[in-house]
């Protein structure tokens, strides 16, 4: 299957106007803000901010005592900075291990100590792609699911951002039926984004929508169909069956559709972003991950177990919202900007 990659490259920021939305609660999508000038990393820095503070001035702090030996108090302090982002217990086993030994009742050298969790971050995100898998021939169908709240209509405009961005044609389904304020925001989003939107009467059967909108893309000779779907915990069988009915509706359609299902992950949800992973892998056969909200997060380190437990790539990792705050998933990009100034004076 051929892929699509983002991120690379950086298009030219062209200023663009702001649409006055009205005010209808919270189906008002935030304003698409013009992308501020200082590219790919300072968003993510900026993003990353507040994981990177508890890494970062925790880990420095334990520094502050000058001379200090790295004996199994600094090694357990050191344990518990490295699990308050989450990252969870393997990784931050793994770097207490490297450090104890390397630096076995040395002085504690910071340097290491920090190489140390680059290594152990990059070695366990290193399986994981941004590639979005894209349709041989024809219309390309992502399916956007996830829990109430985390993030699914306002991620979907991003990626249609993308998309559009490369000059791709986007249609979109406005699949959460359950609310009519749903419909609004992604219907507000479309017109904004320069996409079109298929929708279909408050209530009605999700299945159906998506079924209109790939209709729509195939006959339309559409580029990307990316449908969204009403919130949902992983635990409600009835409406985990709701989203394998979209799928075989969809693969009707188009065989090897969805190409991706993607699981939209609240950055900051913790322990239960682990819990939506597992469920929604299992009865909705999600192949991706966008983890969201980020830059709201501390504990973006939970990046760490998501991708390590479920075998479910994080594509995307969202920073903002505006439809601008989008980034394809990069390990190294990612671990750079968290330990940025990891080394930098205690202040
Ligand atoms: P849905 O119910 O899953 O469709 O969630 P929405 O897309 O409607 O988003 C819920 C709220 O989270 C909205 O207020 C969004 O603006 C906000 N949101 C979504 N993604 C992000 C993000 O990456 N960062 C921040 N700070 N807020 C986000
Ligand atoms: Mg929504």
Redesign the pocket.
Same mark, same amino acid.
């Given at each position: 299957m051929a892929l699509f990659r983002f991120g690379r490259k950086q298009t030219p920021d062209t200023p663009e106007p702001t649409v006055a939305a009205p005010a209808t609660g919270?189906a008002t999508? %935030?304003p698409v803000a013009a992308p501020s000038g200082g590219g790919l990393l300072d968003r993510l820095r900026a993003g990353l901010a507040k994981t990177a503070r508890v890494l970062n001035t925790d880990v420095r702090d334990l520094f502050k005592r000058e001379g200090r030996l790295v004996d199994e108090e600094f090694l357990e302090e050191l344990r518990a900075t490295l699990i308050r982002t989450d990252m969870g217990p393997a990784a931050a086993e793994g770097i207490v291990v490297d450090v104890r030994e390397r630096l076995r009742a040395r002085v504690v050298d910071p340097e290491i100590v920090i190489d140390s969790i680059r290594r152990q971050l990059l070695g366990r995100l290193e399986q994981t792609g941004a590639a979005v898998a894209a349709a041989p021939t024809g219309p390309t169908v992502i399916l956007v699911t +996830? &829990?109430?709240? #985390? +993030? /699914? $209509? $306002? #991620?979907i405009a991003k990626l249609a951002r993308l998309f559009t961005r490369e000059g791709k044609r986007v249609v979109l389904g406005a699949g *959460?039926t359950f609310r009519a304020a %749903?419909v609004e925001?992604l219907s507000m989003w479309a017109a904004r984004l320069g996409a079109e939107l298929v929708r279909g009467e408050p209530g009605c059967d999700p299945a159906s929508v998506a079924h209109r909108a790939v209709a729509r893309a195939l006959e339309g000779s559409f580029d990307v169909c990316i449908i969204?779907t009403a919130?949902r915990l992983q635990t409600q069988s009835n409406l985990m069956q709701e989203l394998s009915k979209i799928r075989r509706v969809i693969s009707k359609q188009i065989p090897d559709a969805p190409h991706e299902v993607l699981l &939209?992950i609240d950055a900051t949800a913790g322990q239960n972003a682990l819990s939506q992973a597992k469920g929604f892998k299992e009865a909705a056969g999600c192949t991706g991950i966008v983890l %969201? /909200? =980020?830059?709201?997060s501390a504990r973006g380190g939970v990046i760490v177990p998501v991708t390590e437990q479920f075998g479910l790539p994080v594509k995307f990792v +969202? =920073? +903002?919202?505006t439809a601008d *705050?989008l980034e394809a998933f990069a390990p190294e990009r990612f671990v750079a900007a968290l330990l940025e100034g990891a080394l930098a004076p205690a202040g």
């Open positions: 919270d999508p %935030a +996830g &829990v109430n709240g #985390s +993030g /699914k $209509t $306002t #991620s *959460d %749903a925001q969204d919130g &939209v %969201a /909200k =980020l830059d709201g +969202g =920073l +903002g919202e *705050d």
